[in-house]
């Protein structure tokens, strides 16, 4: 089973960029469509970005387009979002899973941008 595991948040000022990373334990997942998510306190899980099993298809929510990248390393194991000019809005805790998601889900990792 795979398990994947969210790091690279943090506190950022308005306009700064961070890097998350999505790894997989116990197994490679490299075959898999990696979507990452967003959780802002009191709100719904939302989508922020995808990439299909080759990185050759991407998609983004159009909150984040033209900000944030998406893109797997070359071993095809871990999964990347690049996020530059963040904003406030973007403070949420980050989640990657499988697309389409399944159970249970990693731990996140927080993402705080301030004013």
């Known amino acids: 089973q795979v398990q994947l595991v969210e790091s690279g948040g943090g506190l950022v000022q308005t306009g700064g960029s961070l890097r998350l990373s999505c790894a997989a334990s116990g197994r490679t997942f490299s075959d898999y469509a990696i979507t990452w998510f967003r959780q802002a306190p009191g709100k719904e899980r939302e989508f922020v970005a995808y990439i299909n099993w080759s990185g050759a298809s991407t998609n983004y929510a159009s909150s984040v387009k033209g900000r944030f990248t998406i893109s797997r390393g070359n071993a095809k194991n871990t999964v990347y979002l690049q996020m530059n000019s963040l904003q406030p809005e973007d403070t949420a805790v980050y989640y990657c899973?499988?697309?389409?998601?399944?159970?249970?889900w990693g731990q996140g990792t927080q993402v705080t941008v301030s004013s």
């Open positions: 899973n499988k697309n389409p998601p399944t159970d249970p």
